[in-house]
């Protein structure tokens, strides 16, 4: 198969099951967002991978230059050498890798929809948070997708890139979608809040997607197959969660819109 056909094929199969989820998440919005700030947002995602990687890159090689295998992740003095006894007390090193990357990702991600969407006048709502950040993520998991699917494909093990599109259809996309959500969720329940309550909540949904996006992680990377699929039952629950989540924001928003109505009649 041709380069340009492989590329093709790669983000085709990358980006049309994200799009299919984003179509989804958006019937969640009872007051749609302009399109194209939803465009921006998806291609400010997926610019976020080929940007991250080399930061995911200079982790392991600056700071944990040894076998990814390895527990200790060491072969020799680093910069982070003086505090391996302290680290390893919490984790093995092999975890503070898998942080890292997972903080990375969820940092690039928060940043492209902080700096396209999240300081514009369209970002009224609570819900438009969770929207936004949802968008950037499948974006994110678009190009990465495809990533994935393409050395399969190159290769011509067409069958391998089906069960690897649909497995992250269902696993990776959904993951990138509750982490960045996670965030928005948290943004959304502080949207009529104070500053301080703001970053508060902003730092305590940054810990849940981390939590979240290591676990995921580390499940897939130490399980075996069987367990994988737990691991996956548990990503779809955390939809159901977050569909929850969807309708309590939606209250705020009501009960915000009551006492104003409220406070504007007396």
Not at 67 to 78: A, C, K, R, V, Y
Not at 101 to 122: C, N, P
């Amino acid at each position: 198969m041709a380069i340009a056909n492989t590329i093709a094929y790669s983000l085709i199969g990358g980006i049309i099951p994200a799009l299919i989820w984003l179509w989804f998440w958006l019937k969640e919005d009872h007051h749609p967002e302009p399109k194209r700030l939803i465009i921006y947002a998806f291609l400010a995602g997926m610019l976020m991978v080929p940007l991250v990687i080399p930061f995911q890159q200079y982790v392991q090689a600056t700071i944990f230059p040894g076998d990814i295998s390895s527990p200790s992740l060491f072969h020799g003095p680093t910069v982070f050498t003086p505090f391996v006894p302290l680290l390893t007390r919490l984790f093995p090193m092999q975890v503070w890798l898998i942080i890292l990357w997972a903080g990375l990702e969820e940092l690039f991600k928060f940043i492209a929809a902080y700096f396209v969407v999240l300081r514009r006048k369209d970002d009224n709502e609570p819900v438009d948070k969770i929207i936004y950040l949802i968008t950037v993520a499948l974006g994110f998991s678009a190009l990465e997708n495809a990533l994935f699917i393409f050395n399969p494909l190159f290769d011509g093990n067409y069958s391998l890139s089906f069960i690897t599109s649909n497995l992250r259809f269902v696993g990776a996309t959904l993951l990138h979608t509750i982490c960045s959500a996670s965030i928005g969720v948290a943004l959304g329940l502080a949207f009529y809040k104070s500053r301080l309550s703001k970053f508060l909540h902003l730092l305590g949904g940054f810990a849940v997607a981390l939590a979240l996006h290591t676990s995921f992680n580390l499940f897939i990377i130490n399980s075996k197959d069987e367990i994988n699929f737990a691991v996956f039952y548990f990503v779809w629950l955390s939809i159901i969660i977050l569909l929850l989540f969807f309708e309590k924001i939606k209250s705020v928003i009501n009960i915000n819109a009551a006492h104003s109505e409220k406070a504007s009649s007396q």
